[in-house]
């Protein structure tokens, strides 16, 4: 997925010029945090052709949870964010630009639990199928 975001050295050049954070704030809201979220999320399900509610439904998440993660108003945990991803099916840059957009760490390929959730993607395993491969190596199910 392509980044609309500034460039962090853009945002941090900005930051440093500036002499008030409400006027950064205004001018730099849109490529911060969770609203790039919610972009992310709008354009991926877009892309892929799948509804809100089935990428809810698919990655077992509470519907009104998962709702209010894709218009903005909960911040999710990286593990909800996991799952969402892939519930909608994404690749793993998709899965890691959706996990920089809320500042979580990205996959990582070093971590065995990560390297698990990496399998999980490239393999197109469901949740279910995934938190059982991550309890048989003894690690916490997403």
């Known amino acids: 997925m392509k980044d ?3 460039a962090t050295d853009v945002l941090l050049s ?10 950064f704030l205004t001018e730099n809201k849109q490529h911060l945090g969770i609203d790039q979220l919610t972009v992310a999320l709008r354009k991926m399900s877009a892309k892929l052709n799948i509804t809100p ?5 698919a990655a077992q998440i509470e519907r009104a949870y998962g709702y209010q993660i894709f218009n903005g ?12 991803a892939i519930g909608m099916g994404v690749s793993i840059e998709d899965a890691n630009y959706l996990l920089k957009a809320v500042q979580k760490l990205p996959l990582y390929a070093k971590s065995e639990r990560d390297s698990i959730i990496i399998y999980g993607l490239s393999h197109a395993l469901d949740v279910d199928r995934l938190n059982a491969l991550l309890i048989e190596n003894d690690h916490q199910p997403l």
């Open 73 to 84: 108003t909960r911040k999710p945990s990286r593990d909800k964010l996991i799952k969402l």
């Open 53 to 57: 509610l089935q990428a809810i439904e």
């Open 4 to 6: 609309d975001k500034l």
């Open 14 to 23: 900005a930051l440093e010029e500036t002499t008030s954070y409400d006027e």
